[in-house]
């Protein structure tokens, strides 16, 4: 499968919460692992707001908060060589406590795991840097993946990723993985929903005659 064919997307917001005015340090840890979502709103300067399951969440509130785990597609756009749908986008956010006076890289992937003849593949959004010295103790992050074909109906991953470079943070990383699947409804199933609903509402109106 050509993956050059797949549109996808990735968008890195860091740093938007101001540090406490007593400019205490924070050692590298998550405020908020991972959120999953459908759609990502990062208008407000110092929070996102993730639609999970068609609600709005908003983060960061230093809790463990719901995440989607279920992404329905409706692959009906043919590009010529697959069936895919241009609506449907994977969305994650997070936020992690930084320390003022050190530097981190941090790196996310999204994973298909591949599901019966069509194979597991993964998908980088680039390594970047987070630098203490601008001033925030907790950085943001969000990323994206779409649209998806047909055949990415299956299991996924999301993995993230803190690592700190310099200061006192040096050598220390944080991990978080979230789990989610890509659906498809079935159409045949739809079909025999529909004439057994059809039936039954047949056999009613008879009873009643």
């Known amino acids: 499968m050509d993956k050059g064919l797949k549109t ?103 994973a298909f795991l591949g599901n019966g003849p069509n194979p597991a593949y993964s998908f980088n959004f680039p390594t970047d840097i987070w630098l203490g010295s601008w001033g925030f103790t907790i950085a943001e992050l969000y990323s994206s993946v779409g649209q998806f074909w047909l055949e990415d109906a299956g299991n996924w991953q999301y993995t993230e990723t803190w690592t700190g470079t310099a200061g006192p943070d040096q050598g220390m990383s944080i991990t978080s993985t979230r789990d989610f699947e890509v659906t498809v409804p079935e159409p045949a199933s739809l079909a025999l929903l529909a004439l057994g609903l059809a039936g039954l509402g047949f056999s009613r109106r008879g009873k009643q005659i």
């Not at 740093?15 to 400019?23: H, N, P, Q, R, T």
């Not at 205490?24 to 929070?47: C, E, K, T, Y």
């Not at 908060?65 to 997070?94: E, M």
Request: hydrophobic fraction near 45%; glycine fraction near 8%; charge should be negative.
């Open 8 to 110: 996808w997307s990735s968008l890195i917001l860091a740093g938007s919460i101001l540090a406490l005015a007593s400019g205490a340090a924070q050692a590298l840890s998550w405020h908020d692992q991972p959120i999953m979502g459908s759609f990502v709103d990062a208008s407000v300067p110092g929070q996102f707001t993730v639609t999970v399951d068609g609600n709005p969440v908003l983060i960061p509130d230093g809790n463990t908060l719901p995440s989607q785990s279920i992404f329905k597609i409706h692959p009906t756009v043919w590009d010529g060589t697959h069936w895919f749908d241009p609506s449907v986008y994977a969305w994650a956010a997070s936020s992690v406590n930084v320390d003022l006076t050190s530097n981190y890289t941090y790196q996310g992937t999204w």
